[in-house]
């Protein structure tokens, strides 16, 4: 028995394999959800489109100096200037009552007193041990939505 006739089949075996390898490899990644255009993809194929995320509340619904606070969230919602909105855990960091009201651009814990500046989220007055972790927030003409 020779060699050589043996090395042509083990090539054309190899190759024959390799081929078929390549088509299922292709059949898989076509029919990958991978490979489907996801949601939030430009039509032009430059970058993600912007989309808002979750639907807070209406600008209108957060007064100047005060705020909205959305207990079943566990966010509180204060006005900046203009159409400026800022959004904080609602959770006092003291005990983890959630807060009550935005009054006089102070957040109110009702459980134990603790007071947060409704700009910044730090506290004003304790037992809070820190201030309420931001929540990124924005104002897409006049709705309010998380990021």
């Not at 042509?8 to 059949?27: E, K, P």
């Not at 619904?61 to 204060?78: M, P, W």
């Not at 009552?97 to 989220?121: E, K, L, Y």
Request: aromatic share 4%; proline share 7%.
């Amino acid at each position: 028995m020779s060699l050589e006739p043996l090395s042509r089949r083990s090539a054309l075996w190899g190759l024959a394999v390799m081929g078929g390898a390549a088509a299922v490899g292709f059949v898989v990644a076509r029919t990958s959800r991978a490979a489907a255009p996801g949601p939030g993809t430009a039509a032009n194929d430059y970058g993600p489109v912007s989309t808002p995320g979750r639907l807070l509340a209406r600008l209108d619904e957060v007064t100047a100096r005060g705020g909205l606070v959305l207990a079943d969230q566990k966010i509180v919602l204060t006005a900046g200037g203009g159409d400026t909105v800022h959004g904080f855990s609602a959770v006092c960091t003291h005990q983890g009552c959630t807060v009550a009201s935005v009054v006089d651009g102070v957040i109110v814990c009702p459980c134990h007193a603790s007071r947060f500046d409704a700009q910044t989220g730090e506290v004003i007055s304790g037992p809070a041990p820190r201030g309420l972790p931001p929540v990124a927030v924005t104002n897409d003409d006049g709705d309010v939505y998380t990021m």
